[in-house]
């Protein structure tokens, strides 16, 4: 995972620029892989990208009809399993909603998801130690583990202030 960006950027931080950054990364992604980054799925990033916060697929919905005809929530779905198949966004398990990366890290990787309970920003820190550990264990009890997400609620050091 790359350093460079903050876990939680600044509330004065420049947005544009960042949602700018993170759909030229899904292009060389998508690029990569040989993937088509589609209209629609560009939008549905985009419409992640609006903000910091996990939105679910029919708050997606809603930010896309501010801009588009209201589109199906089949073909949301399928642009979001899409972006999420290539490591683009997350699923945050605890609210049922969806979280633009522009992290470089492969879709594998393990991370943990930091989530304020005040302003509801997400960020995300490399956990594959933690992974490692967890899968061990269930390992250790003759389990087989398959999808581990760690998110963890608190408050962000921007709330904190």
């Given at each position: 995972m790359?350093a460079?960006?903050?876990?939680?950027?600044?509330p004065?931080?420049d947005?544009?620029?960042?949602?700018a950054?993170?759909?030229a990364?899904?292009?060389?992604?998508?690029q990569q892989?040989s993937?088509k980054f589609?209209?629609?799925?560009?939008?549905?990033?985009q419409?992640?990208?609006?903000s910091h916060r996990?939105?679910?697929?029919?708050?997606?919905?809603?930010?896309?009809?501010?801009s588009?005809?209201?589109p199906?929530p089949?073909t949301v779905?399928?642009?979001?399993d899409?972006l999420?198949?290539?490591?683009?966004?997350?699923?945050?398990?605890?609210r049922?909603?969806?979280?633009a990366?522009?992290?470089?890290?492969?879709?594998?990787a393990m991370v943990?998801?930091?989530?304020?309970?005040d302003c509801?920003s997400?960020g995300?820190?490399?956990a594959?130690?933690?992974?490692q550990?967890?899968n061990?264990?269930a390992?250790?009890?003759?389990?087989?583990?398959?999808?581990?997400?760690?998110?963890i609620?608190?408050?962000?050091?921007?709330?904190?202030k």
């Amino acid at each position: 995972m790359t350093a460079a960006r903050p876990t939680f950027p600044p509330p004065d931080h420049d947005h544009g620029r960042c949602a700018a950054d993170a759909i030229a990364h899904a292009e060389r992604v998508c690029q990569q892989r040989s993937q088509k980054f589609t209209p629609i799925r560009r939008q549905v990033l985009q419409a992640l990208l609006s903000s910091h916060r996990p939105l679910g697929a029919y708050e997606v919905i809603d930010e896309l009809a501010k801009s588009m005809p209201r589109p199906a929530p089949i073909t949301v779905y399928r642009a979001l399993d899409f972006l999420m198949q290539n490591g683009l966004v997350h699923r945050i398990e605890s609210r049922n909603a969806y979280l633009a990366c522009a992290h470089d890290h492969d879709a594998a990787a393990m991370v943990a998801f930091l989530i304020c309970d005040d302003c509801g920003s997400v960020g995300e820190i490399p956990a594959a130690p933690v992974a490692q550990s967890l899968n061990a264990a269930a390992r250790a009890s003759g389990f087989v583990p398959k999808l581990s997400v760690v998110e963890i609620a608190g408050t962000c050091a921007h709330c904190q202030k």
